[in-house]
């Protein structure tokens, strides 16, 4: 539908989505070596540059910590230090990548609170011997991407205050391993993601665990019969099971979950008697029932969920039908349904839900028509129209919904009328126009979007002349321009002003070798694509070596 140029959605993710899952996972070595060169998490940029610039004084905390972390060769242990002090000094050395399995030796016994070493390279049993040397001091543990086995495991047996445990992708742990958890509690918070050690044999222990609010179990394949050890886990709030094979009376021994507001089955064979299972939870605010395979059958059950705010339709069998019994959902503020045979009448049900905030309608049998039904959201904030039937005469109809942020309009029936038609959305930040057929005369309406942080315009039409009303959208920090075969070196000048920007496409053009000199300024840059260009990785890479330091990702590499 959307043309050469265009994207399946089915086969994107989308970075905000709430509801995306790593399916493509792979601990391989390839994965070891980014976890070395990557930031360990957007947390830690935003914490390592908070508060830091010019004319900022350092407090003596971080002097310290500094200065202990530049002279660690001269320390052999950390123990008669305050507990806090050494918590910041072990901290510094994770966050920075310097902690090696001797600097840890030096963190034995001083009442560490928290170790964070999810996706850490090297960690192993042998670090875990320190780990547990904390006792009852620790309160929180991630060894996610270890190579920990149950050995490692049970060093913590003796760290019975424990609240949280993270143990994603550690597949050398089995479900012997897991019996460490039965003195375990205190914990409030466990993660197994993708582990083959949790089964249904193993998940005996989960009864004991009493005070349990979040749990993660996200593809662990083997545990069938298991969820009839979590019937008594009154206090669970939060329960991920997303590509996990479990069944209809599996899902019945949540009835008794009265607490639970989020629950995630994506990917799980979800049946109406499921449904009728699940609409027992009342106090479900989240709902994830992505590619369950549902059809309208069951759908009543929707109708017992009123304090739903989330709910992720996306890629079932579910028609207009479905529709009718979300009406009475009047707190929902997000709605997936992406990949749905829903049509335009389908849209009437939808009229009453004012809180929507996030509207999810790509690759749905939605025209223009249906549109109408949507002017008394006055409070969404996005819409997702790819892959769909609406055209131009569609953008009139949601042009009056000024609280829209992001817009997405992956799209070959969408041209330079429906750009034009929304220029009153002068608070947009997000503008997707990759599949529209835009020219060089329609990116005159850019200038009106002065707020916009992501852009995508690769619908094949624009030039150099184009770009001329994109080099003033100075919030930019996502900027996509591939497909344009007519772009030159000239595209890399006009926008070498956007200094904002922390990634930039400008695949399949003209752009050269030459023109490599104008990225220079852009020293936020970390993602660079130019397949398909006529530039060499070479000169990529000196590019990277000599001008953008920050940059991470860079294709051709």
């Not at 000024?402 to 034009?420: E, F, H, P, Q, Y």
């Not at 321009?481 to 595209?491: E, V, Y």
């Not at 060499?536 to 051709?556: C, G, W, Y």
């Amino acid at each position: 539908m959307g043309g050469v140029c265009s994207r399946k959605s089915s086969q994107l993710v989308d970075e905000g989505d709430s509801f995306q899952t790593p399916t493509g996972f792979s601990k391989t070595s390839s994965f070891k070596w980014l976890l070395l060169t990557l930031p360990r998490s957007s947390s830690d940029l935003s914490r390592k540059g908070q508060g830091k610039g010019p004319g900022r004084c350092p407090s003596l905390m971080e002097l310290c910590v500094a200065k202990v972390c530049k002279d660690i060769s001269k320390y052999s242990t950390f123990a008669m230090l305050p507990s806090d002090l050494s918590q910041q000094i072990f901290n510094e050395l994770v966050d920075s990548n310097c902690l090696t399995d001797k600097l840890l030796e030096r963190f034995r016994d001083c009442a560490l609170h928290d170790i964070c070493l999810g996706e850490y390279p090297g960690v192993n049993d042998a670090w875990m011997e320190v780990v547990a040397s904390q006792r009852q001091s620790l309160l929180s543990v991630d060894i996610s991407c270890s190579e920990v086995t149950d050995t490692g495991l049970n060093f913590l047996r003796d760290c019975s205050n424990m609240q949280t445990l993270g143990c994603n992708y550690c597949d050398k742990i089995s479900e012997n391993g897991l019996g460490v958890l039965s003195g375990f509690s205190n914990l409030t918070s466990l993660s197994f993601k993708r582990s083959d050690g949790v089964t249904a044999e193993g998940m005996r222990v989960f009864a004991n665990l009493v005070n349990l609010v979040n749990l993660d179990l996200e593809r662990c394949l083997k545990i069938h019969g298991g969820l009839v050890h979590m019937k008594d886990l009154t206090n669970l709030r939060e329960l991920q099971l997303s590509s996990c094979r479990i069944t209809d009376l599996g899902v019945s021994y949540l009835r008794g979950l009265s607490k639970l507001t989020q629950l995630n089955l994506e990917s799980c064979p979800v049946t109406a008697a499921c449904l009728e299972a699940i609409s027992g939870l009342a106090s479900l605010m989240l709902l994830n029932l992505n590619r369950c395979g549902i059809y309208d059958e069951g759908c009543e059950s929707f109708e017992d969920l009123k304090k739903l705010k989330v709910l992720n339709l996306g890629f079932n069998h579910i028609t207009d039908a479905c529709l009718v019994h979300l009406r009475g959902l009047i707190n929902l503020e997000s709605l997936n349904l992406d990949s749905c045979r829903v049509g335009d009448e389908g849209l009437l049900h939808l009229k009453g839900l004012v809180l929507m905030k996030s509207l999810e309608l790509s690759d749905t049998q939605i025209g223009s028509n249906g549109l109408r039904h949507l002017s008394g959201l006055r409070n969404l904030q996005s819409i997702n129209l790819s892959f769909t039937l609406v055209t131009d005469t569609g953008m009139k109809k949601i042009s009056a919904l000024n609280t829209l942020k992001s817009v997405n309009l992956d799209n070959r029936l969408i041209t330079d009328v429906g750009l034009a038609a929304l220029t009153g959305l002068t608070g947009l930040t997000h503008l997707d126009l990759f599949g529209a057929r835009i020219t060089d005369y329609g990116t005159n309406c850019l200038r009106y979007f002065k707020n916009l942080e992501s852009l995508e315009l690769c619908g094949g039409s624009i030039t150099d002349a184009g770009v001329k009303n994109i080099k003033d959208l100075k919030a930019l920090t996502l900027l996509n321009l591939s497909q344009n075969a007519n772009l030159t070196d000239k595209t890399l000048e006009l926008i070498s002003g956007l200094t904002a920007l922390i990634s930039l496409n400008v695949s399949n053009s003209r752009v050269s070798n030459a023109g490599l000199r104008h990225l220079k300024a852009l020293q936020n840059l970390r993602s660079l694509t130019l397949d398909s260009c006529r530039v060499t990785t070479s000169e990529i890479q000196k590019l990277k070596a000599t001008a953008l330091p920050n940059l991470i990702s860079v294709r051709p590499e």
